[in-house]
């Protein structure tokens, strides 16, 4: 019997991913997404504990659900980084919850659900996986069109198998659809970090760095392309730590030129890197492979070195300005978006014109901004020198008022421009529309029909405001003006 999964996501791509990974799993024992909760079996909250006042928002998410466990025993769960964290303590603190699965354990997802089902019994799993069986991929089905009877089965090729043949020969048109749906697809490469960075708290609850092997990973690719997807993002909280520990020689910018040779996927992007990791031969990437986008997303948090250093960073503001240089020399269209910190303690004012001294050099098109609160479980959490939340909130929206002026003034150079526009669905402001991103990741609206839904197309940007660019699709086929740096170097396509 078919029964409904209603999963409510916080926080970042990685989690959402991992929501999209939950609902593949989940799909293979009979459990299929619902958007309302009030039509659930199972209801999932799928924490992160990075942002705002996780805790406090599981347990409001939990107090809203708690009236569908009374009336009809709907099963509850919380899994991700506030599960890791927090774990039994949890089924303590909420007597109606009845599951508590940490980051490393979703694989065993499905057992658990059958054992609430089966015995009543509350379950807390928040074991790690040194292994790394966790990373593996719940590929979904092929349609039946695309499937090749004499290819080896995903078993063999090192990756979870979750749905027996039948099931998808009876029901082809749920096999694939979530990611045929789509234009893009993310790629976990990586989880954990070994930075501690004394304000975060990813590395009690995502572990340590492990990599999924290169062949795991170009499979997933494979797949993806083959079901039509465009573009894929490679995720990993430090992606710039990508094979260590495999067993294979291979970095990131190894397995970077292996996608690039995939056929099918026009684009590659990656979240997140480290500045302190940001090799040469990454910098190089980006001038070598014609698929990598002109776009990376690199956190400074503070222009400090007295505030770097106590956020255990691992570089200074000269040696970060000096890789963006560089970068920029080799990629002169590359857009640079990063996540910065204010008010962390000790901040003083000169402390923050140093930041503000840094944004002004690197001219971001875009910076997502946070006001400093600490985490429990981290270093800086024992910090003693405070900064009050009201020059925290200054601050945030001096750099905030700064940062849109630049994000403006850089999305209106591009108006009478032709970029590539990879069109990914309806746009969200008008039904006539259709919305896609360039390569530098920047949204742009035109005209269009929702046939246009994943291809490439040349768009001129006819008018720019602070979130989006506004285009019309240009007839003709003809090669964008922001001829990524291979064209550039007369390597073609
Ligand atoms: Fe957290 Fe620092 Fe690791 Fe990023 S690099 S995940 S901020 S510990």
Redesign the pocket.
Known sequence: MERRVYIETFGCQMNEHDTERILRLLEGSHYLETKNAKEADFILINTCS?REKPEHKVYSALGRYKWLKEKRGVIIGVAGCVAQQEGDKLLDRVPYLDMVIGTHAIPMLPQLLKKIEFSGQRVCETGFDPEGNYLKTILPPKPLDKVNLSAPRSEDRGLLKVHPEPRFVTQPLKAGLRVVERVKSYVTIMQ??????S?????YV?GREQSRSSREIIEEVEYLAEMGVKEVCLLG??VNGYGKGLEEEIGFSELLGRINQIEGIERIRFT?S?P?DFSEKLIQAFSKLPKLCEHIHL?F?SGSDKILKA???GYTKESYLEKIDHLKEVCPSIALTA?VIVGFPGEEEEDFKETLDLMGKVQYDDLFSFKYSPRKGTRAAQFQDRVEEKVKQERLSTLQEIQKEITLRKNQELEGRVKEVLVEGRSRQSAQDVAGRTRSNKIVNFGGNLELVGQLVPVRIIKAYPHSLRGEIIPTHCRSENAPAYQQAGVGK
Do not use: E, L, Y
């Open positions: 990075v954990g970090c070994d930075h501690f960075c304000f975060c708290i990813v590395p995502r909280q430090n997140t480290h302190k956190p948090q956020m255990h960073r996540d």
